[in-house]
């Protein structure tokens, strides 16, 4: 395994200081441990590829930083990455390479391009799979309670096709989530050991929404 150097391992520190200003307090899915398992889920991917190791950790550190839910805006999350990137002590073409990743690994409707680099794709797998299985259930019951959505609204059916803001707005419950988004990251998997995790998690889920929807309705 080729050896991260002294200067590059001090950037990932600083990246982690940095994530856990962002993260720390979140309380919608997004803290710090989302975080530390999207590290540990990537470095598990990458086992198997021959991917930069520097690359993938920044990435999965600062990958929510600028999320737009936690920011003003769109723009004041990428600009939030962009001044912090520009002050770490790494190529140009480095600081570029994360940028790309983190301002466009997000689900987003599922309107973004595919993931361009190797480093990106077990990123983007990792957070993916932490948005699904048991795991990925809490998030979503955590994430609708934080906004005020119901669990279940019968009244209001999951939308099958959605433009981006759509995905974002409109009627939203916990239980139209797994069918709007989470159902569908299964067969948007980059890499093959991302792919078997994800079938398992997946099949979890589908239990897990049976059971949900047998109680709710009465046998
Ligand atoms: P991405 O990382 O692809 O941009 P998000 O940040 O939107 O995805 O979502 C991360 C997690 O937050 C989701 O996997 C889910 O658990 C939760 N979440 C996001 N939007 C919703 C929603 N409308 N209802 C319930 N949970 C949501
Ligand atoms: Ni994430």
Do not use: C
């Not at 990435?59 to 805006?73: M, Q, R, T």
């Not at 096709?161 to 569908?184: C, D, P, T, V, W």
Request: net charge negative.
């Amino acid at each position: 395994m080729v050896k991260i150097s002294k200067e590059l391992e001090q950037v990932l520190l600083d990246a982690e200081v940095f994530a856990r200003t962002v993260h720390d307090s979140d309380r919608s899915g997004h803290d710090w441990p989302h975080i530390e398992r999207v590290v540990r889920l990537s470095r598990e991917l990458a086992e198997k590829e021959r991917a930069d190791r520097f690359t993938f950790i920044l990435a999965a550190l600062i990958h929510d930083v600028g999320d737009e839910k936690l920011n003003d805006s769109k723009e004041a999350g990428e600009r939030k990455v962009r001044d912090w990137l520009d002050r770490q002590p790494i190529p140009h073409s480095s600081r570029e390479h994360i940028f790309e990743i983190v301002s466009t690994m997000s689900y987003n409707g599922g309107h973004n391009p595919p993931m361009r680099t190797l480093e990106g794709q077990i990123v983007q797998d990792a957070d993916r799979l932490d948005a699904i299985g048991a795991i990925g259930i809490a998030r979503t019951f955590v994430y609708a309670g934080v906004k005020g959505h119901p669990m279940y609204d019968p009244e209001h059916p999951a939308r099958e096709a959605m433009s981006a803001a759509e995905y974002r707005s409109g009627r939203q419950s916990a239980i139209n989530h797994f069918y709007e988004k989470l159902l569908l990251l299964k067969d948007r998997i980059n890499t093959e050991s991302g792919r078997s995790l994800a079938v398992e998690r997946h099949e979890y889920m589908e239990h897990f929404l049976e059971q949900f929807l047998q109680e709710w309705n009465g046998n």
